[in-house]
């Protein structure tokens, strides 16, 4: 696939995804920019506005395997990861895969269980392999990992630590849908759920495909400085506690090259990351608890950042 492929290849999903969720085009664009950059996604909303169906509805467009987690206070690490049972029969331990060894897993409420939980998924997401007794198990490619996570003033939830945060490339938000749409949701459904007909419109090898090629797309020298000044003021600022890591500014870079392969382009031009920022970055951000009191959060710390950065004008492609 080249990159004129892309384009047409991710809006065969989204027009997919539309048919079951509906009215969100711009948070499914969001969902297929993170599949191509073969990043993980948290989306934080409240329960009932689409969230699991959002991650079904994607296995289901690509034909992968999935599985669902629904994680609770009680949950264990093994739970998750799998566990090795000795077999009478053979003398040796076997390995019983959990529900991680799948190549689209949706961890419901993930905040529902405890940090100890939480971190079974840390090497899974960053190395895509699981240890389990020292034994290292790889996972299926492609492989991605979509929490939801409902707001954490809710009673009854967890914070996920900041290096849990750090491995979800996006953080997403569906909202409620406005009058008509929920109306249409209302006929979608009156007969029967649209996902139950939903069929694949792309395979794995095609997306294992599209993942590569967006990697070709050009980012001009000046825009890798806009995008390390960026993160690097996120560090700076009085206003923060922690900053944004490295791994901040590599999924930003991946991100933008995404965005810019989904609108037909070779290269990333500085608009693309402005539009990305506050996904990307501002769940990796930790704000001063002084701050917070006065009411600033990471979305405004950005946009501050955004509004006096200067933005390159010139050397943005190739020629």
Not at 94 to 109: S, Y
Not at 284 to 296: F, G, M, Q, S, W
């Amino acid at each position: 696939m080249n990159i004129s492929g892309i384009q047409p290849f991710a809006r065969r999903i989204i027009d997919n995804l539309e048919k079951v969720i509906v009215g969100k085009t711009s948070s499914l664009e969001m969902i297929v920019t993170g599949l191509l950059c073969q990043g993980h996604l948290l989306i934080e909303d409240v329960p009932g506005v689409g969230k699991t169906m959002a991650a079904r509805s994607l296995a289901k467009s690509l034909g992968c395997s999935f599985k669902r987690i629904q994680f609770t206070p009680d949950m264990l690490p093994s739970d998750v990861t799998g566990v090795s049972i000795f077999n009478q029969g053979t003398r040796e331990f076997e390995f019983r895969p959990g529900p991680l060894m799948a190549q689209i897993v949706l961890v419901d409420e993930i905040n529902r269980a405890t940090p100890k939980t939480q971190s079974a998924l840390l090497e899974a997401m960053e190395e895509r392999q699981i240890t389990v007794e020292g034994i290292t198990h790889y996972l299926p490619s492609p492989f991605m990992v979509l929490a939801t996570q409902n707001p954490i003033e809710y009673e009854g939830t967890f914070p996920l630590p900041e290096a849990q945060l750090d491995r979800f490339l996006l953080r997403i938000r569906l909202g409620y849908p406005g009058i008509m749409e929920e109306v249409k949701i209302l006929e979608l459904q009156q007969l029967r759920h649209p996902i139950d007909t939903l069929e694949a419109v792309a395979g794995t090898e095609e997306l294992l495909d599209a993942q590569e090629t967006i990697k070709t797309v050009f980012v001009a020298p000046v825009i890798k400085r806009y995008i390390v000044q960026l993160v690097r003021l996120t560090r700076d600022s009085s206003d923060v506690y922690l900053g944004a890591s490295p791994r901040g500014s590599l999924g930003l870079f991946r991100a933008a090259q995404a965005k810019a392969a989904m609108e037909g382009r070779d290269y990333v031009l500085p608009d693309d990351v402005k539009y990305l920022a506050e996904t990307v970055l501002a769940h990796r951000i930790v704000v001063d608890p002084a701050a917070r009191l006065r009411d600033i959060n990471a979305g405004v710390i950005l946009d501050e950042i955004l509004r006096t950065l200067p933005v390159p004008q010139s050397g943005l492609t190739k020629n």
